[in-house]
């Protein structure tokens, strides 16, 4: 029988900073940051919770990138950067689909 662990390490030295047993669905269910926000939000703000406040950059992989995930972390002095994927509600596809694309003055 395996275990799940999701992770946070630090990309320039390759240290692991955190660990986070996934257990079953109710016991996930019952930790931190749930109740407020989506799970791989949640998730996020758990692992980087010794990091927060304090300015640092979070690179993350489509599995954790949302609006949600970046905005929490932003309310937290804490950064994010990753692909979100689209069709994410509050993701700026009229932006995207018109204003991007006209040029701009220099």
Known sequence: ??????NLAECTFGIMLHLELQEGKEEMGTRQYNSQYPK?????????QNYLGKGH???GDSAFAS?????????????????VKTAY??????YLNGAAWEPHPP
């Open 67 to 83: 609006l949600s995930t970046a905005v929490a972390l932003l309310e937290r002095n804490t950064f994010f950067t990753g692909l």
């Open 1 to 6: 029988k395996g275990s799940e662990y999701k």
């Open 40 to 48: 791989h939000t949640a998730l996020v703000l758990r692992i980087m």
């Open 57 to 59: 950059i979070l690179y």
């Open 89 to 94: 509600s509050g993701f700026p596809k009229a």
